[in-house]
């Protein structure tokens, strides 16, 4: 039986993921969690072969968590299971140590392959989402900024808060902070103002 975490902080979509990879018959869930802190004790406790997480999460970024929750349980297999796409992102998943990448909207049947397929020790990809980490590698890394990072960058420059871009874009303001997170972390900067400086130099603004 392959024993698996959900972490992600939508009880909505914890509870049908539960009942949908319970339906394969050779996986079990046994927890779920809506945040990091919570991730780390169910895993703690748990030992699960395979975690599914957000990375989108109250607490943290998902991807920087991966390092602590394979350093309570090596052998957790993670799947990143997330509702944004883009090359950058599935990239820095990859790197980070997460073992597969899957969009939301995913039929179940491909989701259990691939809870199968790490619970083996395999990293396994879904098609589309292995074409666009192909893409990124190729790709020069001063390109890498999605349009929407481009816009939210353009609009740090300009001095906006984050409360502000929010409110500008229509969007919400955790989600405007994990886009600034994902362009300081692949422009390499350490905060905003360098951030711009970096995006001025490279010509992204």
């Known amino acids: 039986m392959i024993r698996?975490?959900?972490?992600?902080?939508?009880?909505?979509?914890?509870?049908?993921?539960?009942?949908?990879?319970?339906?394969?018959?050779?996986?079990?869930?046994?927890?779920?969690?809506?945040?990091?802190?919570?991730?780390?004790?169910?895993?703690?406790?748990?030992?699960?072969?395979?975690?599914?997480?957000?990375?989108?999460?109250?607490?943290?970024?998902?991807?920087?968590?991966?390092?602590?929750?394979?350093?309570?349980?090596?052998k957790l297999g993670i799947v990143v299971f997330t509702?944004?796409?883009?090359?950058?992102?599935?990239?820095?998943?990859?790197?980070?140590?997460?073992?597969?990448?899957?969009?939301?909207?995913?039929?179940?049947?491909?989701?259990?392959?691939?809870?199968?397929?790490?619970?083996?020790?395999?990293?396994?990809?879904?098609?589309?989402?292995a074409g666009q980490l192909a893409r990124a590698v190729r790709a020069p890394r001063a390109l890498r900024l999605t349009d929407r990072e481009r816009e939210i960058l353009a609009l740090v420059a300009a001095g906006h808060s984050n409360r502000a871009i929010a409110e500008r874009l229509g969007i919400g303001e955790r989600t405007v902070k994990f886009h600034v997170s994902e362009i300081l972390a692949r422009l390499g900067a350490g905060n905003r103002a360098q951030a711009v400086a970096l995006a001025t130099e490279r010509g992204l603004l």
């Not at 046994?30 to 999460?57: F, K, Q, S, W, Y």
């Not at 199968?116 to 879904?126: I, N, W």
């Open 4 to 74: 698996v975490v959900i972490v992600d902080d939508h009880p909505v979509v914890r509870d049908g993921l539960a009942a949908n990879l319970g339906d394969a018959g050779d996986v079990q869930v046994v927890g779920t969690a809506g945040d990091i802190a919570a991730a780390r004790e169910l895993v703690r406790r748990e030992r699960p072969d395979v975690l599914l997480l957000d990375l989108e999460l109250p607490d943290g970024n998902g991807l920087d968590a991966i390092a602590t929750l394979r350093a309570i349980e090596p």
């Open 83 to 129: 509702a944004y796409g883009g090359e950058n992102r599935i990239e820095r998943a990859i790197a980070a140590g997460g073992d597969s990448y899957v969009l939301k909207g995913t039929p179940s049947d491909e989701l259990v392959a691939i809870v199968r397929a790490v619970s083996r020790g395999e990293t396994q990809l879904p098609t589309d989402v």
